[in-house]
């Protein structure tokens, strides 16, 4: 048993994987550049960017936001790598509940409410945390690409999809709020138009 009192971690290393397989759950192998494997992989490493923004100074309401959409990652990720035709109700995993969709809404809503309305596109960047919120709405897009890819092969659960979707808007409006609290100003593509090649704010083009 290990510190926490569940069941023992397994060896880190187990040289299975080096003749470019990986295993999913309940054991099947598969090669791992399988598509479902680029969609698990694709929420895994947006779950690791989401905790990187939780090391920079930010508020207790955005971690905790934060760690509820990480727990969601992690059941989504376990749902990607079940094999088609098992069920994850009998290995413990919780389906993506339209609750959860609507609560990623709420927060979009919310954070909306306080900030100015969004008539121009703005470049990603801004403070440390900010910066990576955008770097985490990319992720999310990718990750919601890689699933509707394997949706061509084997079957996804949708609302797997449109909670990518909607956590893809969540990071964004995210960005704008904690650089707004920050006071980073919004910086806009300039489409050939910045002047003596600086990089500062600029009128840019209207959405």
Not at 22 to 41: N, Q, S
Not at 71 to 97: E, H, Q, Y
Not at 181 to 205: A, C, L, Q, V
Request: glycine share 12%; net charge neutral; charged share 25%.
């Amino acid at each position: 048993m290990n510190e926490a009192g569940g069941p023992k971690m397994t060896k880190i290393y187990t040289k299975t994987g080096d003749d470019g397989t990986t295993g999913l759950i309940g054991g099947k192998r598969v090669p791992k550049d399988a598509a479902r494997i680029e969609a698990y992989g694709a929420v895994d490493e947006l779950n690791a960017v989401l905790g990187l923004v939780c090391a920079f100074p930010v508020s207790e309401r955005l971690r905790t936001v934060i760690g509820r959409v990480q727990d969601d990652l992690f059941n989504i990720g376990a749902d990607l790598a079940l094999p088609t035709g098992m069920n994850r109700v009998d290995w413990g995993i919780p389906a993506i509940a339209e609750e959860d969709i609507r609560i990623l809404e709420r927060e979009i809503d919310d954070c909306q409410a306080a900030l100015p309305p969004l008539r121009q596109f703005i470049l990603p960047g801004g403070g440390p945390a900010g910066a990576m919120l955008h770097l985490a709405r990319t992720v999310a897009r990718r990750a919601e690409r890689r699933c509707v890819a394997l949706t061509h092969a084997e079957p996804v659960d949708p609302q797997v999809v449109r909670y990518l979707n909607r956590l893809s808007d969540l990071c964004f409006v995210l960005a704008r709020y904690v650089n707004q609290e920050d006071s980073r100003p919004e910086i806009h593509p300039s489409f050939g138009k910045r002047e003596n090649g600086g990089t500062g704010p600029s009128t840019g083009g209207a959405l």
